[in-house]
């Protein structure tokens, strides 16, 4: 292994970027167990996951100096990283929802480049489907009654139902209809198909969607995000690392991340998501454009989500989203922009707060490792850009990540 500050030659690949000091690069991902997980504690995912992160890239525990870790016990970094024999000299613990991870791998990307780090490496796990099958815990309908939340809580105004009447201010103010929402669950379960991993595989059809058990006006059963087990880790570092790693590197080319309220009354706008701060951003950190991308990985608790995210990173105009997810456009085979390519939140897996996923699936897919669901780019070779956009609580914070190799 070369010593940390130790010039090893320029890569093949380098970031077009404006980001400043070292180049960064995702040298290692991967998956715990997911979907069924019955007989393993959440520490014990995020530990898999990081082996398999380390293995993948071909480093070792040693050369992991900084560490990200949220959402799972009272001081989340220390007791993580004391379970998986770490003692970083760099954390975070940022806790915004669906967004922590890309946020995190933004500010990871910082630290490395100013420096601060060499090697950050982001876990998560979580046993959210076994806990409540075993009556460890239940179902959350919020977050809380504290703080501008008790407006809110004493209604009724569960998590879900925020989501839903978002997405029906989008169907009344811009025509967006039902059967549209429901094309974005029935492409994730046609991605999720393609993937041996994936939770649910089997298709499903609009009417299916439609005729569902009702959760919250509008939104039935299979608008809703799937409840599963699992963990993902996500391994950045700096460029001398990359020649010693055995995958190629994905480069981080350009980061952003936005917050905006926490009380849904203090939304200025329900068709609009924090993506579109942090997607500009990115984009124009990174030197490119949204209608470069080969791919778009999108935080999908519910179908409205995926929706006004592709708005809102610039896939299609404010208003059109429910146009332009029909005629399969999301889909892996033969779609113009394939979304979710794991078959997302709605079909793969969803064990909380799943915006590392997002990432692990990006980079797969940019290494060329993604099997039957790998994506192409127009020249009919591996894809060279994509986007990874995490979207946290009610569309209160989002991060927003783009990649390329």
Same mark, same amino acid.
């Given at each position: 292994?070369?010593?940390?500050?130790?010039?090893?030659?320029?890569?093949?690949?380098?970031?077009?970027?404006?980001?400043?000091?070292?180049?960064?690069?995702?040298?290692?991902?991967?998956?715990?167990?997911?979907?069924?997980?019955?007989?393993?504690?959440?520490?014990?995912?995020?530990?898999?996951?990081?082996?398999?992160?380390?293995?993948?890239?071909?480093?070792?525990?040693?050369?992991?100096?900084?560490?990200?870790?949220?959402?799972?016990?009272?001081?989340?970094?220390?007791?993580?990283?004391?379970?998986?024999?770490?003692?970083?000299?760099?954390?975070?613990?940022?806790?915004?929802? #669906?967004? =922590?991870? $890309?946020?995190? &791998?933004?500010? @990871?990307?910082? /630290?490395? *480049?100013?420096?601060?780090? !060499?090697?950050?490496?982001?876990?998560?796990?979580?046993?959210?489907?076994?806990?409540?099958?075993?009556?460890?815990?239940?179902?959350?309908?919020?977050?809380?009654?504290?703080?501008?939340?008790?407006?809110?809580?004493?209604?009724?105004?569960?998590?879900?139902?925020?989501?839903?009447?978002?997405?029906?201010?989008?169907?009344?103010?811009? #025509?967006? =209809?039902? $059967?549209?929402? &429901?094309?974005? @669950?029935?492409? /994730?379960? *046609?991605?999720?198909?393609? !993937?041996?991993?994936?939770?649910?595989?089997?298709?499903?059809?609009?009417?299916?969607?439609?005729?569902?058990?009702?959760?919250?006006?509008?939104?039935?059963?299979?608008?809703?995000?799937?409840?599963?087990?699992?963990?993902?880790?996500?391994?950045?570092?700096?460029?001398?690392?990359?020649?010693?790693?055995?995958?190629?590197?994905?480069?981080?080319?350009?980061?952003?991340?936005?917050?905006?309220?926490s009380a849904m009354s203090e939304w200025p706008d329900f068709t609009v998501s924090p993506a579109a701060v942090s997607g500009r951003l990115a984009f124009e950190r990174?030197?490119?454009?949204?209608?470069?991308?080969?791919?778009?990985?999108?935080?999908?608790?519910?179908?409205?989500?995926?929706?006004?995210?592709?708005?809102?990173?610039?896939?299609?105009?404010?208003?059109?989203?429910?146009?332009?997810?029909?005629?399969?456009?999301?889909?892996?085979?033969?779609?113009?922009?394939?979304?979710?390519?794991?078959?997302?939140?709605?079909?793969?897996?969803?064990?909380?707060?799943?915006?590392?996923?997002?990432?692990?699936?990006?980079?797969?897919?940019?290494?060329?490792?993604?099997?039957?669901?790998?994506?192409?780019?127009?020249?009919?070779?591996?894809?060279?850009?994509?986007?990874?956009?995490?979207t946290g609580g009610w569309f209160c914070s989002a991060g927003t990540v783009v990649l390329g190799r």
């Amino acid at each position: 292994m070369t010593p940390v500050g130790t010039s090893v030659g320029t890569s093949a690949a380098t970031p077009a970027g404006t980001r400043g000091g070292r180049k960064v690069a995702v040298v290692g991902v991967a998956l715990s167990d997911c979907g069924r997980v019955d007989q393993a504690t959440p520490y014990a995912l995020h530990a898999q996951a990081a082996r398999r992160a380390l293995a993948d890239a071909g480093l070792e525990r040693r050369h992991v100096d900084g560490f990200g870790s949220a959402g799972l016990g009272t001081l989340p970094p220390v007791e993580v990283a004391e379970y998986l024999g770490l003692r970083p000299t760099w954390v975070d613990s940022t806790a915004v929802g #669906g967004s =922590t991870w $890309e946020v995190m &791998a933004a500010h @990871a990307a910082d /630290a490395i *480049a100013a420096g601060h780090a !060499n090697a950050v490496l982001l876990v998560y796990g979580s046993t959210a489907r076994a806990d409540i099958k075993a009556g460890r815990r239940t179902g959350n309908l919020s977050f809380g009654a504290r703080g501008p939340l008790q407006f809110e809580v004493p209604y009724g105004h569960t998590l879900i139902a925020k989501y839903a009447m978002a997405a029906r201010r989008h169907m009344i103010e811009f #025509g967006t =209809t039902i $059967e549209q929402l &429901a094309e974005v @669950a029935v492409q /994730a379960r *046609a991605n999720a198909a393609l !993937n041996p991993e994936a939770m649910f595989r089997d298709p499903i059809t609009v009417d299916d969607v439609l005729t569902g058990p009702m959760i919250a006006d509008p939104f039935t059963k299979l608008h809703c995000c799937i409840r599963s087990d699992g963990g993902a880790a996500v391994l950045l570092a700096a460029e001398e690392y990359v020649r010693d790693c055995r995958t190629a590197p994905v480069w981080v080319l350009g980061t952003g991340e936005h917050v905006s309220h926490s009380a849904m009354s203090e939304w200025p706008d329900f068709t609009v998501s924090p993506a579109a701060v942090s997607g500009r951003l990115a984009f124009e950190r990174a030197g490119v454009t949204a209608a470069e991308m080969d791919f778009a990985q999108l935080y999908d608790a519910f179908t409205y989500m995926t929706l006004v995210t592709l708005e809102d990173l610039g896939f299609c105009a404010k208003g059109e989203g429910g146009a332009f997810v029909e005629k399969g456009r999301l889909r892996v085979e033969g779609g113009e922009l394939p979304v979710n390519t794991d078959g997302g939140g709605l079909s793969a897996q969803h064990p909380g707060m799943r915006g590392l996923f997002l990432l692990v699936e990006a980079v797969r897919q940019l290494r060329g490792e993604a099997g039957a669901r790998q994506v192409r780019g127009r020249d009919g070779e591996v894809a060279r850009l994509g986007v990874a956009s995490g979207t946290g609580g009610w569309f209160c914070s989002a991060g927003t990540v783009v990649l390329g190799r």
